[in-house]
């Protein structure tokens, strides 16, 4: 089973920009179809974006333009550059994996997650 560490959240302005990481261990990173997802406090965690094994992504909507996802299979890492960040962007972010080809936006389909990584976006 693959171990996820995400770091790189913090505190930052509207508009402003962070890169998270997620560092994968213990499994064949890929193989793994790698996700982002975020939970923000009284809220269901929600998907914010998914890499293939082949590099093909997908983007919920509320980040399309805005943040990116990529992968470096020698350094068993993911990313998410987030830019023009917005205070509804806050929330504790997640790395979510699965051995898989295709997996979708539900957090049912992903059977390893990170600790997650704090965002906090000021206005």
């Known amino acids: 089973q693959v171990q996820l560490v995400e770091s790189g959240g913090g505190l930052v302005q509207a508009g402003g920009s962070l890169r998270l990481s997620c560092a994968a261990s213990?499994?064949?990173?890929?193989?793994?179809?790698m996700a982002w997802f975020r939970q923000a406090p009284g809220k269901e965690r929600e998907f914010v974006t998914r890499?293939?094994?082949?590099?093909?992504?997908y983007y919920a909507d509320f980040v399309k333009g805005r943040f990116t996802i990529s992968r470096n299979n020698v350094k068993n890492t993911v990313y998410l550059q987030m830019n023009s960040l917005k205070p509804e962007d806050t929330a504790l972010y997640y790395c979510?994996?699965?051995?898989?080809?295709?997996?979708?936006?539900?957090?049912?389909?992903?059977?390893?997650w990170g600790q997650g990584t704090q965002v906090t976006v000021s206005s």
């Open positions: 979510a994996a699965r051995d898989t080809l295709e997996a979708g936006t539900n957090t049912y389909e992903y059977n390893a």
């Open positions: 213990g499994g064949t990173f890929r193989n793994y179809m």
């Open positions: 890499i293939s094994r082949r590099g093909s992504t």
